[in-house]
């Protein structure tokens, strides 16, 4: 790809590629092996000693890997048989294509991207190379907890809903328009707390989420909420509700009841008639949403011994009864791929984004595929980072853990590197970022 910038690789020793390689990855592969020995006894009960048998084999299967990682063995293919296998293995040549035949492909030498989702899916093969403990989540722990240690933040923005809603009679345009800018920055910094950059430490929201706001927003390096709000504006047909929003989710935990919060907003003010979720379809860069996380993330929230949340919880429920939210899982959210090669690699998926009036993404790694998480220079359009993925008016809600930003002003970057060397990578900095094949 001619004038293209190089992927962001551990190849450049201390980049923050580098030190995830180094030390953040075999932190969670550690924290996964002991995970899976703890619940030794439960694999017992469940499964006899055909569970002990799973459990010791997929701990040295996860134990091998964590050895080729330390050691930068080359990647190898994949051998479970899986249905995204054979895509998997493909794209390893591509890799293999792509460095020539001089080296492998291998841990620190290859594109940070690759090798990072990579990890996952080799523990995804572990797993599921172990029959009695296939379905066995090992980041199940982590996601639910952090949904534990956030409840009187969710308690405090399932309020803030039902403030809003009960207001709903009386709300002019401007103070819909002002609502919605609240909750899209509150989805916005609940992606502060995924578990993937902590490395599996506790990273819940303990502070109310609404008080935060106003102290938050000049971290917020660039700022597209009013072109998203009127994309969605000019969607809505003949004074009717837009049709369709879709939301590429990121983490469990606090964040997902951010975006549920986000989505139960746009469609009970009527200014939207669907959404669609977009989930993983096996566990994820440690705390990413699945089906079982999404369900079992609702039915907490109608259990909860809180007014205003339980309603929610009910709410959300109805919801997905009547069809007015769907959640969707498809193999290529787990895959490596930068999202400019969907239309080519899952053409179904692409096709099925093209249907929405806006496509939300939510986090940081979603970022990194919006852009090919490459090396680009800072001052350089979204749109053209994005190198021709643009299925429908989309719009990023990412907190920046990776050394990739683009669309900033010039001198900007250079500003915030002179104040805060890390500013890229230390999560304390957002954006909202919007591009739309139309004009708006
Ligand atoms: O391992 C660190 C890290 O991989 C980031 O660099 C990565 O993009 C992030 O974790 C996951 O963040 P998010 O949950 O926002 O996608
Ligand atoms: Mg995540």
Redesign the pocket.
């Known amino acids: 790809q001619r004038g293209v910038p190089p992927s962001l690789s551990a190849r450049v020793t201390g980049s ?1 590629a580098y030190l ?1 390689i180094r030390d ?2 075999p932190t ?1 592969l550690t924290k996964v092996i002991d995970t899976i020995h703890r619940n030794k006894s439960k694999f017992f009960e469940e499964h006899g000693e055909e569970g002990i048998n799973a459990e010791k084999q997929a701990i040295a299967l996860l134990s091998k890997l964590r050895n080729e990682l330390l050691t930068d063995k080359p990647v190898i293919e994949l051998t479970d048989g899986l249905e995204d296998a054979d895509s998997w293995n493909e794209y390893l040549q591509r890799q293999q294509r792509l460095q020539g035949d001089q080296e492998p492909v291998s841990w620190f030498t290859s594109p940070w991207l690759y090798v ?1 989702c990579y990890m996952y899916r080799r523990i995804q093969e572990a797993v599921s190379l172990n029959p009695p403990i296939s379905n066995f989540d090992v980041f199940n722990e982590g996601k639910t907890q952090s949904f534990y240690e956030s409840q009187k933040a969710v308690m405090t923005l399932c309020t803030f809903l039902e403030d809003i809603q009960k207001n709903a009679e009386k709300l002019s345009p401007d103070r819909l328009s002002e609502d919605f800018n609240k909750l899209l920055q509150i989805s916005l910094w609940g ?1 502060k707390c ?4 902590s ?1 599996g430490q506790d990273n819940s929201q303990k502070i109310s989420p609404i008080d935060a706001l106003a102290s938050l927003q000049p971290f917020i390096l660039v700022n597209d909420s009013g072109m998203v709000w009127s994309s969605l504006m000019s969607s809505q047909r003949a004074g009717e509700s837009v049709d369709r929003v879709d939301i590429v989710l ?2 469990a935990g606090f ?1 997902l009841v951010t975006d549920l919060v986000l989505a139960d907003f746009l469609v009970s003010s009527g200014l939207v008639r669907k959404i669609y979720f977009h989930g993983k379809s096996f566990p994820w ?4 949403v699945t089906a079982n996380d999404f369900h079992w993330t609702i039915r907490q929230t109608m259990a909860a011994n809180h007014k205003w949340m339980s309603k929610r919880g009910f709410q959300w429920q109805n919801y997905l009864k009547v069809g007015a939210w769907s959640y969707h899982d498809h193999p290529f959210w787990t895959q490596p791929h930068e999202f400019c090669d969907m239309a080519a690699d899952a053409p179904d998926l692409y096709a099925r984004l093209q249907q929405a009036d806006l496509v939300v993404f ?7 595929k919006l852009t090919g998480d490459r090396a680009w220079d800072h001052t350089v359009e979204f749109s053209t980072a994005l190198q021709g993925f643009q299925p429908a008016p989309l719009c990023s809600l ?2 920046l ?2 050394n990739v930003q683009v669309g900033l002003q010039p001198g900007q970057g250079e500003k915030l590197t002179s104040r805060d060397p890390t500013w890229m ?1 230390n999560g304390k900095y957002a954006v909202i970022q919007f591009y739309s094949p139309k004009p708006v």
Do not use: H, M
């Not at 995924?194 to 950059?197: A, Q, T």
């Not at 860069?285 to 990413?288: A, G, I, K, T």
């Not at 986090?363 to 990194?368: A, E, P, S, V």
């Open positions: 923050f995830t953040r990855l969670i990072e992606n995924d578990l993937s950059i490395a990121d983490n964040e860069f440690v705390s990413d939510k986090g940081d790694l979603n970022y990194r990412r907190t853990k990776a990578t």
